[in-house]
Structures are given as structure tokens and as C-alpha cells.
């Protein structure tokens, strides 16, 4: 059973570096064609995919916000890390990690998120 | 703005048959995954590829693409499928992941 749940401070002052693991369990980050991604959703907006590392190492950023991101693994530990600098209000948000499952029945392979964390809110306030 | 365009809200009366849509022009080129989102949860993956369903998933949920156009049916909705429907895929790159801007369902 695949599980994963973020973890991180829930208020963060603006300008602050923004520190969140994603600790999972029932997979490894090893497997081929693994990944673990970071989707956030401001109250009341659209789901905002922001970044996505695969079990090679390979990551992906949003283009949007790809200065401002670093994502991590730690195999060992089953964790992925995700850094956001320079955080503002508008960063207020629902964090959300998920599994990235892979289906090689198609071409080119196609990826999906199967499974969610429950989310952890972060607010940006002095 | 999102790659992905969504109508903002769809509304269908129980028991009915509704299509939530999604287009752009990355879908051309790749699939698209359909997250159901209730209020105050995390999204459930309901359709991937083009009509594959997860484990636990109710078979009145279908998903179809055409052109540059995603679309996910449900035939005979029910009172517990109002919630927030999102579309994700690959934006014109390929390298990125893009979500729609959701469309929200209301039973009736």
C-alpha cells in the first residue's frame, strides 16, 4: 500500500526559504520510472504543478517558478525534499506530494499521479 | 494561465450523463490523466491514458480524446460525484506537467 505525507512549517514569513518533505512508504524511489512530484492549490484555485524528481535523478520544474525551486531525494530514508525561496503571500497554499506511476503500454510512456499525500497548508504572513 | 482549458463549472441532474472537457494543444500529441477533487480533500486519480481506470474506480467513468480535446463522462452521475475535476498531461514541450484550471461539477 503506497502512502506519503508532507511535513513542514504551516506559517512562513515572507522572504523565508520554504523546507518541505514528502515521507512515503510502499514503494521505492529506486524503481524504474518512479517519480515523486510536488503539486500546490492556493484557497479556493486550480491545482499548480511545481516540480517532479524521477528514481534516475532526472527533475523537472515549473518554468514559472524554476529559479525559486530544488527538489531532493533521499533514497535511504524514503523522502523527497522540496525548497522554495523567497516565499510570498501569494505562495499561500495547499502542498500536495504524489507518486508519479508510469504505464509503458503507450507511446511515448505516459505518467500519472496515483496516489496523494493528504496536503499540508503553509501561509505566508509577517 | 494554464495550457489546459476547462470550463469553469458544468452542473447535471441525477442520474444523468455529463462531459467535462479539456483542451489544448498538447493533447495532440499526449494523454491526459482526470483527478476528482471533493472539498477539503486530496485529488483521486480517476482516468488515465485514455480510458483507464483505477482500482476502486466506479465504471460510469469513461474518458475519451479527440483532436486537441480530452473528455471525461460520467453516465449517471451521482449526488457523490459533485466535486472539482481536473485534466493533466504534458504541456507543448513535453517536458513539463500541466493541470487545466478545473471545472466544477454540481449534481442536481
Known amino acids: 500500500q503506497i502512502t506519503l505525507k508532507e511535513s513542514g512549517p504551516t506559517l512562513v514569513t515572507p522572504t523565508q526559504t520554504l523546507t518541505l518533505t514528502c515521507t512515503f512508504s510502499?514503494?521505492?524511489?529506486?524503481?524504474?520510472?518512479?517519480?515523486v512530484g510536488w503539486i500546490r492549490q492556493p484557497p479556493g484555485q486550480a491545482l499548480e504543478w511545481l516540480a517532479l524528481i524521477y528514481w534516475d535523478d532526472d527533475k523537472r520544474y515549473s518554468p514559472s517558478l524554476r529559479s525559486r525551486l530544488t527538489i531532493t531525494k533521499d533514497t535511504s530514508k524514503d523522502h523527497v525534499v522540496l525548497t522554495m525561496t523567497n516565499m510570498d503571500p501569494v505562495d499561500t497554499a495547499t502542498y500536495y506530494c504524489?507518486?508519479?506511476?508510469?504505464?509503458?503500454?503507450?507511446?511515448?510512456?505516459?505518467?500519472?499521479?496515483?496516489?496523494w499525500g493528504q496536503g499540508t497548508l503553509v501561509t505566508v504572513s509577517s | 494561465s494554464s495550457e489546459l482549458t476547462q470550463d469553469p463549472a458544468v452542473s447535471v441532474a441525477l442520474g444523468q450523463t455529463v462531459r467535462i472537457t479539456c483542451q489544448g494543444d498538447s493533447l495532440r500529441t499526449y494523454y491526459t490523466s482526470w483527478y476528482q477533487q471533493r472539498p477539503g480533500q486530496a485529488p483521486v486519480l480517476v482516468i488515465y491514458?485514455?480510458?483507464k481506470r483505477p482500482s476502486g474506480i466506479p465504471d460510469r467513468f469513461s474518458g475519451s480524446s479527440s483532436g486537441n480535446t480530452a473528455s471525461l463522462t460520467i453516465t449517471g452521475a451521482q449526488a457523490e460525484d459533485e466535486a472539482d475535476y481536473y485534466c493533466e498531461s504534458r504541456d507543448s514541450s513535453g517536458d513539463h506537467v500541466v493541470f487545466g484550471g478545473g471545472t466544477k461539477l454540481t449534481v442536481l
Open positions: 504524489a507518486h508519479r506511476e508510469v504505464d509503458y503500454s503507450v507511446s511515448p510512456p505516459f505518467y500519472y499521479f496515483d496516489y
Open positions: 510502499g514503494f521505492s524511489l529506486s524503481t524504474s520510472g518512479v517519480g
Open positions: 491514458i485514455k480510458n
